[in-house]
Nanobody
Framework: QVHLVESGGGLVQSGGSLRLSCVASGSIFSINAMGWYRQAPGKQRELVAT?????????????KGRFTISGRFTISRDNAENTVFLQMNSLKPEDTAVYYCNADIWRMGFVRDNVWGQGSQVVVSS
């Protein structure tokens, strides 16, 4: 069995920063893409950012900057530690949501699995 455990959420003022971490553990052979999603109250879960094992990234338009690919948010990973990070800067009240980690994993025995973390609450006050 594979588990994802998130940490780093909390309450922050508008304009502040937070860094989320997500560690994968268990019967893991390899991890393909990892990503962060978020779900605000009354809304559907949406993609924030993803990163492949090779480091290629994608970002939702809502977190992109005008002149940089990542903009306000930056996703990164440590393959050796099976960990993915989400650095969030210039946070806005509309970023308030539960943030979920997701991983596309090959388990031992070559079983492919898509795993979700339990979620980490982020609240941005105005």
């Amino acid at each position: 069995q594979v588990h994802l455990v998130e940490s780093g959420g909390g309450l922050v003022q508008s304009g502040g920063s937070l860094r989320l971490s997500c560690v994968a553990s268990g019967s893991i052979f390899s991890i393909n893409a990892m990503g962060w999603y978020r779900q605000a109250p009354g809304k559907q879960r949406e993609l924030v950012a993803t990163i492949t094992s090779g480091g290629s990234t994608t970002y939702a338009d809502s977190v992109k900057g005008r002149f940089t690919i990542s903009g306000r948010f930056t996703i990164s990973r440590d393959n050796a530690e099976n960990t993915v990070f989400l650095q969030m800067n210039s946070l806005k009240p509309e970023d308030t949501a539960v943030y979920y980690c997701n991983a596309d994993i090959w388990r031992m025995g070559f079983v492919r699995d898509n795993v979700w973390g339990q979620g980490s609450q982020v609240v941005v006050s105005s």
